[in-house]
């Protein structure tokens, strides 16, 4: 079965940086897009950033553009997300998300940026 673990939430003051991992297993993680969404109370789930089979064909939100960076490693079966230049604003849970075909979910990842 499809399972999706992300890990690397914390607290982090603003202009702070954190490292998001995403373990994926039960499928072949090579051939397929990654995603990286995010989600604060009230509001519905805002896709942050998508990255191609190849780790090549990114697609940024305009609010994360020059700050977040996504990668991947298909040996290991992980997705990252490096938050550099954080602000209050990046606060939310943080879900990695894969379309095999349907949409798979991990648990999330809290993410708080406040001094």
């Known amino acids: 079965q499809v399972q999706l673990v992300e890990s690397g939430g914390g607290l982090v003051q603003p202009g702070g940086s954190l490292r998001l991992s995403c373990a994926a297993s039960?499928?072949?993680?090579?051939?397929?897009?990654m995603r990286w969404y995010r989600q604060t109370p009230g509001k519905e789930r805002e896709l942050v950033v998508q990255i191609g089979t190849a780790g090549i064909g990114t697609n940024y939100a305009d609010s994360v553009k020059g700050r977040f960076t996504i990668s991947r490693d298909n040996a290991k079966n992980t997705v990252y997300l490096q938050m550099d230049q954080l602000k209050p604003e990046d606060t939310a849970v943080y879900y990695c998300n894969a379309r095999v075909p349907f949409d798979y979910w991990g648990q999330g990842t809290q993410v708080t940026v406040s001094s």
């Open positions: 039960g499928f072949t993680f090579s051939r397929y897009t």
